[in-house]
T-cell receptor, first 114, second 111 residues
């Protein structure tokens, strides 16, 4: 099915370890986003990419890096994981074409840092 | 900070209409009102959006006041599967939409 695919779905890291969260969309969307959601909270924007080759910081970028590998893929990297980064991470994509201006979200990556 | 204000929680009887309010008194002329919902811990799901006219689709209706400072999402016949957190978001109609999520309204549909 068309949509946004995130891998892995679950991950446990030790403090100081690094990892990359992968996101891919097959809807030919121009813009992609990474959000995090802490328990009982709304989503907070980490980084976004308006188009291939561009990335910008969101509300909470510290401790993260991103790569827009191509139009389909947008990865999020934690260089040195900290317990404060325990969260659910959502990737999303959007486009202005076709008369629809909303986001399509992935199913999330549940990350625990111990 | 989120540009919208929503009640933290609401209950609705199954089969009745659920009316979810949202205040967005600082909305700009080029900003749309979007509604999403999040069931359990799944990714948020788009419901509906509008600029100034009332909108209806297969999921819901959106009523926007004439001054555009508030809106109401209406689920006409709520079911247990509509239990979710509902987010109201305002965002511009052009460019990249950096949604700012608030904490939303937790709707519980009661049997």
């Amino acid at each position: 099915n068309a949509g946004v695919t995130q891998t892995p779905k679950f991950q446990v890291l030790k403090t100081g370890q690094s990892m990359t969260l992968q996101c891919a969309q097959d809807m030919n969307h121009n813009s992609m986003y990474w959000y995090r959601q802490d328990p009982g909270m709304g989503l907070r924007l980490i980084y976004y990419s308006a188009s291939e080759g561009t990335t910008d910081k969101g509300e909470v970028p510290n401790g993260y890096n991103v790569s827009r590998l191509n139009k389909r893929e947008f990865s999020l990297r934690l260089e040195s994981a900290a317990p404060s980064q325990t969260s659910v991470y959502f990737c999303a994509s959007s486009t202005k074409t076709g008369g629809f201006y909303g986001y399509t979200f992935g199913s999330g990556t549940r990350l625990t840092v111990v | 900070d989120a540009k919208t204000t929503q009640p933290p929680s609401m209950d609705c009887a199954e089969g009745r209409a659920a009316n979810l309010p949202c205040n967005h008194s600082t909305i700009s002329g080029n900003e749309y009102v979007y509604w999403y919902r999040q069931i359990h811990s799944q990714g948020p799901q788009y419901i509906i959006h509008g600029l100034k006219n009332n909108e209806t689709n297969e999921m819901a209706s959106l009523i926007i006041t004439e001054d555009r400072k508030s809106s109401t999402l209406i689920l006409p016949h709520a079911t247990l599967r509509d239990t979710a957190v509902y987010y109201c978001i305002v965002a511009p109609s052009s460019g990249t939409y950096k949604y700012i999520f608030g904490t939303g309204t937790r709707l519980k549909v009661l049997a």
